[in-house]
T-cell receptor, first 112, second 116 residues
Framework: GENVEQHPSTLSVQEGDSAVIKCTYS??????FPWYKQELGKRPQLIID?????GEKKDQRIAVTLNKTAKHFSLHITETQPEDSAVYFC???????????FGTGTQLKVEL | SAVISQKPSRDICQRGTSLTIQCQVD?????MFWYRQQPGQSLTLIAT?????????ESGFVIDKFPISRPNLTFSTLTVSNMSPEDSSIYLC?????????????FGPGTRLTVL
């Protein structure tokens, strides 16, 4: 089955800096890669996603890149703000398994 | 995106008892899933709730422990049976909307379960 690894487990940045979170996946058949943000005590929220026919996708301060050959994808947050502080999860979707496999999560802390 | 509600939002239960969690969606959905999130951990898929047939369980989860119902396209229940303290966790319902973008999956608010 699919295995998703996520790094780093914790990330601390200064407000205004950029943050990068990286994930690798094992199943070459995976074709959809969402990112979720989970604030303390809240549900995971879908913030951006990318499909296997696209190399990069951007939405304001958030971007995701995908390297199918290397089987890794990354989340980039620019001009970080304190409200970006949360746990971020990557995931990979395999059509054959018809389900999402999640990474282990990254605790992002944006310091003033 | 679909509006997803879960009941109860939290509960404290005694070991050996069972708790049924409800998930209600405001529109028809193609897929419904149940996840467990243990404190400080990632999300682990328990099962896919299939409408009109038995749920599909992931490795490590069995029907006797986590019976699931899905009587229609907007509602599902997860029962945590014969609970032990190890079952203390957040249980989340998740859906893929029928009318939404393919594969986009959204989560309910979760049920925080504490087993004493």
């Amino acid at each position: 089955g699919e295995n998703v690894e996520q790094h780093p487990s914790t990330l601390s940045v200064q407000e205004g800096d950029s943050a990068v979170i990286k994930c690798t996946y094992s199943d070459s058949a995976s074709n959809y890669f969402p990112w979720y943000k989970q604030e303390l005590g809240k549900r995971p929220q879908l913030i951006i996603d990318i499909r296997s026919n696209v190399g990069e996708k951007k939405d304001q301060r958030i971007a995701v890149t995908l390297n199918k050959t290397a089987k890794h994808f990354s989340l980039h947050i620019t001009e970080t703000q304190p409200e970006d502080s949360a746990v971020y999860f990557c995931a990979a979707y395999t059509g054959g398994g018809n389900k999402l496999t999640f990474g282990t999560g990254t605790q992002l802390k944006v310091e003033l | 995106s679909a509006v997803i509600s879960q009941k109860p939002s939290r509960d404290i239960c005694q070991r050996g008892t069972s708790l049924t969690i409800q998930c209600q969606v405001d529109s028809q959905v193609t897929m419904m899933f149940w996840y467990r999130q243990q404190p400080g951990q990632s999300l682990t898929l328990i099962a896919t709730a299939n409408q009109g047939s038995e749920a599909t369980y992931e490795s490590g989860f069995v029907i006797d422990k986590f019976p699931i119902s899905r009587p229609n396209l907007t509602f599902s229940t997860l029962t945590v049976s014969n609970m032990s303290p190890e079952d203390s966790s957040i249980y989340l319902c998740s859906v893929v909307a029928s009318s939404g973008v393919m594969n986009e999956q959204f989560f309910g608010p979760g049920t925080r379960l504490t087993v004493l």
